[in-house]
Structure formats: C-alpha cells, structure tokens
C-alpha cells in the first residue's frame, strides 16, 4: 500500500504559532514505513496548499489511501483539502484520522465524501487497510492498539524524513533564538486519564502506555545523534506521571555527552522539590504547567484534582530549582465568577514577575469529547464551512469556546476576546507566549479598571 499522510491544516499558523512537525502522521508514515508500506508526509502548515501546485501535484500520485489528521480548530480547512482530495485522486480511498475525526460524531454528516474515520491511534488501522486491499467495510473504524504496539510505532519514528531544518528556519525567521527554534518534540505516553472536564483528549479510546526510561533515553539519543537539537521537548500530556522513570531518565542522561536541554509538560501535582532538582541537573530548563486557574472553585469544577495551594508549591519549587515554570491560564472559564479572574489575572501577573513564563488562554474551548461541552454552558458558534473544487460550499454551525455564565464576565470576555485578537493581529510577525500574556493582563486591567 502506498499512503499519503496530511497533517491539520491551520491557515496562516506560521505567523503566529510556532510551527512544528505534526506528530501524529509522522508516527503513522515510520509505523507502515517500517512494516513495509509507501508513506509520505504533507503539512500544508509549510507547504501552503492553496497558493502552491504542491499539494494537487502530490495527491495524484498514485496513492492507495491519502489520510487527513484532523483537530477541532482546523476541522472545515482538513475538510477542504479531503474533499479536494477525492475530487483529484479518483482511486485512492479518502481517510480522516485524529482527535477530531475520533470525537466529533457530526463529521458523517458535514461530509459525506470522507470514505472512512479512523479513531483512535491509527497503526493498526493503517495496517488492517492494507491487508484488505485499501476496502474497508465500516465507515468508522476503532481498533485499539495491541499492548507491544507503543513501543514498536514510538521507535519506528522517521526522524530522518522529518524536514526539521526547514521548520527550524522557519522558527528563526520568526525571531526565535536557536535554544527555541532548533527543538524536536517527542511523545512518550500514549494518552493521561485524569478525566479533566475541559479536556478531551483524556477521553480518547487509548489504553494507558508508557516508555521506560530507558526507552526514553533511547529515543533522545538517536534524536541527538541525527539531528543535533538544541532543546528536546517531551510533549507528553504529564511526562511526569512517574517519579522513578524521570529520576531514572536523568541519571541515564548525566552520562550523555553535550546533551540538549529538555521541556515538558507536568501536572502540579507530579513534581516535588527533589525530583526537580535532579531533573534541572538533567538540564530540564522549562516545565509546561496547566494551572488554568488560581481559584479553587474553578478547579473543582474542571475536576482537576489539584488544589491552587498544591499548584502554589510546585511553582515556587520549580522556580527554586532554577527551571522555569510555565503557566497555562484560561481567564474566563464558563462557571467562573467576577472574583475567580481578578485572583486569577493577578496572581498570575504576580508569578510573572517572579520569573514564570504563562500562555493565557480567553476560554475553555467547546471541544467534542471534552465532558465540560455536555454540561450545558452556553456556546459561542461561528458559521465554518466546507469548500469545493467548484466554488461551491457546505456551512455546518461549529462551536467554538464557552461563554461565562455569569452575564457582566460574559461581557467583560467577550470584549476582552475581542480586543485581544484585533491587537494581536495588529503586531508585526510571531510573539513570544511571555509578550502576548503581558499584553492579555494588561488590556484586562484596562477593560476591567482593576
Ligand atoms: C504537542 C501539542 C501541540 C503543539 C504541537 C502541535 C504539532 N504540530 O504537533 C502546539 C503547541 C503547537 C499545539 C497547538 C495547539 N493545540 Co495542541 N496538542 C499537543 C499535544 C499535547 C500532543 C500532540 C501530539 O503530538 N500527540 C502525539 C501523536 C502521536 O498523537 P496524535 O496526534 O493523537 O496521533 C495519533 C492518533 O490521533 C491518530 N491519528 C492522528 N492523525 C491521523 C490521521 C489518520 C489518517 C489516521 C488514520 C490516524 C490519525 O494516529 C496517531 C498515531 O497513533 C496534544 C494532546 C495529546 N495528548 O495528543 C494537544 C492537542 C492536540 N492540542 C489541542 C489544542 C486545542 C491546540 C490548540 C488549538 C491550542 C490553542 N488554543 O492554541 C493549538 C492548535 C494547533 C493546531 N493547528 O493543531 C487539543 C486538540 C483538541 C481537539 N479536539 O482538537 C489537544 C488534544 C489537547 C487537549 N487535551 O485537548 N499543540
Ligand atoms: S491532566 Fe492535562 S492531559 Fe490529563 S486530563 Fe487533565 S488536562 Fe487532560
């Protein structure tokens, strides 16, 4: 079987998101690569496929199956090009994969050309295709992957074929140094079940599966060894989740010559003052935390697990280890009140100063498959539609974020959102997470008069 792969499509992204290599396909393209299948990879995020003849020249190639990867926020753009697609390569069976296509039970009917929905990993899925001759009889497919597969597909990662060099280049035109721009992400956990409301990815139908250290250690290497990154980052949704496998990790990597620095993502409460240190003289220089909110009615009402004050020490631990803590903030979630913002825009003003770097976020996402969009808070929708090769287009109604309930927050977010956006759009090029949370807390002091 020969494959194309395409990764989700977000117009425009390169301008103002740090653009890297979509994981998912490029982990699909080595697993079938490796079990003898064609693949090729297409991120339409560097190859516009709109403006140039790349992507219409790619998919008559003769491809078997050509898959989409899909996420909520690109959904109707993964669509388009699915449908483009079909409409050029008239034998290949048209695929779409991902959170989305695995969440949101409305794709069927907003587009009846997709041939077949994937959900979950797509390894074996890809593999079963092949067997059968690229005919699959069920529209939506779910296979979940045997016990051994993580490991197998994590080690079959292409990263000779990824094009880092020219994500790398794109990252340095956009100002980022070298210690930013030259980073490969790795994922070495299949999925987090803390069942977090706002969360959807918890509730994707994958079993939980984890490398060990040494695993780990040797995915970093062979990424050092081809590739010469100057930061590896563990994009893991909590590489923490184990204190023996990280403890384990970095004293394999005290042994690594010229090691890149690390970030990762890590919950609250997963880290304490001594792993920490031992994992900043690992050279971890960056830990991703999703505090989402400094008020604990907030984070009950998410069901995260952690209190504000567990989410206090692992800050002040972290910054007293010498690694920078990032802070993922959402402002208005939707059962919030007027004091849950104040608390939190200024305790995470605060936390800035101390030396955190945060990326705030004006809302909880509507996202399908997160159990917060079932619990009957109001949703801002936007008219999204599907584009044709004649010009035509099919609108579907598509939910985007939560509004407050409370109705002066919900005015307060809504101008906010607004002004937010229309100021982001007026800056020249790519800014820096630490500029644009500035830049947030300070029109909200502004718009609120706090
Ligand atoms: C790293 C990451 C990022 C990075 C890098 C993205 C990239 N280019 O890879 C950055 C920071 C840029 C980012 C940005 C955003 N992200 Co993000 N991100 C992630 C994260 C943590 C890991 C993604 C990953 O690499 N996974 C590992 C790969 C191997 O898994 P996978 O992609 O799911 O692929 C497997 C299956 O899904 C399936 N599959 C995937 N594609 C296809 C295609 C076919 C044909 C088939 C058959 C199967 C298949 O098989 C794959 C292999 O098993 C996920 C959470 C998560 N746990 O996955 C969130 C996540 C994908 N992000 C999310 C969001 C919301 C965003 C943002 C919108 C945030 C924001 N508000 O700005 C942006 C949007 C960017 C975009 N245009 O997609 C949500 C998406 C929710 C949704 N329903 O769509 C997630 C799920 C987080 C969450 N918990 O809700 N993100
Ligand atoms: S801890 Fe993070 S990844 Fe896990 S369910 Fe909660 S938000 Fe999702």
């Known amino acids: 079987m020969r494959a194309l792969l395409v990764g989700p499509y977000e117009p425009g992204s390169s301008r103002f998101r740090f653009l890297s290599p979509p994981l998912g396909v490029w982990r699909?393209?080595?697993?079938?690569?490796?079990?003898?299948?064609?693949?090729?990879?297409?991120?339409?995020?560097l190859d516009d496929p709109m403006?140039?003849?790349?992507?219409?020249?790619?998919?008559?190639?003769?491809?078997?199956?050509?898959?989409?990867?899909?996420t909520h926020e690109t959904l109707e753009n993964d669509l388009s090009l699915a449908v483009l697609a079909k409409h050029?390569?008239?034998?290949?069976?048209?695929?779409l994969g991902g959170i989305e296509a695995t969440l949101n039970r409305?794709?069927?009917?907003?587009?009846?050309?997709?041939?077949?929905?994937v959900e979950g990993q797509g390894e074996r899925a890809l593999l079963e295709m092949a067997k059968v001759n690229k005919r699959l009889l069920e529209r939506r497919i779910s296979l979940p992957l045997m016990p051994w597969d993580?490991?197998?597909?994590?080690?079959?990662?292409?990263?000779?074929?990824?094009?880092?060099?020219?994500?790398?280049?794109?990252?340095?035109?956009?100002g980022l140094p070298p210690l930013e721009a030259r980073s490969v992400r790795l994922y070495t956990t299949s999925v987090?079940?803390?069942?977090?409301?706002?969360?959807?990815?918890?509730?994707?139908?994958?079993?939980?599966?984890?490398?060990?250290?040494?695993?780990?250690?040797?995915?970093v290497s062979r990424a050092k060894k081809l590739l010469e990154p100057e930061t590896i980052i563990f994009s893991d949704d909590s590489f923490t989740w184990s204190r023996y496998r990280v403890l384990e990790?970095?004293?394999?990597?005290?042994?690594?010559?010229?090691?890149?620095?690390?970030?990762?993502?890590a919950r609250a409460d997963q880290v304490d003052p001594k792993l920490l240190d031992a994992m900043k003289r690992a050279g971890f220089r960056l830990i991703g935390y999703g505090i989402e909110s400094w008020s604990d009615d907030v984070l009950k009402a998410f069901r995260k697990g952690v209190a504000a004050q567990r989410q206090r020490e692992a800050v002040l631990a972290t910054l007293e280890s010498g690694i920078t803590p990032f802070l993922n903030i959402i402002l208005f979630p939707p059962m919030a009140k007027m004091r849950d913002v104040k608390e939190t825009a200024i305790e995470t003003q605060n936390w800035i100063e101390l030396g955190c770097e945060a990326s705030i976020e004006p809302f909880v996402l509507a996202l399908p498959g997160a159990s917060i969009t079932r619990e009957g808070y109001e949703a801002w929708v936007r008219d999204a539609a599907v584009?044709?090769?004649?010009?035509?287009?099919?609108?579907?109604?598509?939910?985007?974020?939560?509004?407050?309930?409370?109705?002066k927050l919900r005015e307060l977010a809504l101008s906010f959102n607004y002004r937010y956006r229309e100021k982001l759009k007026a800056t020249e090029g790519f800014v820096p997470s630490r500029e644009r949370s500035k830049l947030a807390l300070k029109l909200l002091n502004e718009l609120a008069g706090w």
């Not at 403006?51 to 899909?70: E, H, K, L, N, Q």
């Not at 009846?112 to 929905?117: A, C, Q, W």
């Not at 079993?207 to 250690?217: C, M, R, T, V, Y």
């Open 28 to 45: 699909l393209c080595g697993f079938l690569v490796k079990h003898g299948h064609g693949c090729d990879v297409f991120d339409p995020n």
């Open 51 to 70: 403006s140039s003849s790349s992507f219409r020249s790619a998919v008559v190639d003769g491809y078997d199956v050509i898959g989409f990867s899909t």
């Open 88 to 95: 050029l390569a008239k034998g290949a069976t048209i695929v």
């Open 106 to 117: 409305e794709i069927e009917e907003i587009c009846p050309e997709v041939d077949v929905i």
């Open 150 to 174: 993580f490991a197998d597909s994590a080690f079959a990662f292409p990263f000779a074929s990824v094009p880092y060099g020219r994500y790398w280049k794109a990252a340095e035109e956009n």
């Open 192 to 219: 987090c079940k803390h069942g977090c409301s706002f969360c959807s990815y918890t509730n994707m139908p994958i079993g939980f599966q984890s490398l060990n250290a040494e695993g780990i250690f040797a995915l």
């Open 249 to 265: 990790f970095c004293e394999r990597v005290a042994h690594l010559e010229n090691a890149p620095s690390f970030i990762c993502e």
């Open 387 to 407: 584009r044709y090769p004649d010009g035509t287009e099919r609108h579907f109604p598509k939910e985007e974020f939560l509004l407050p309930s409370d109705p």
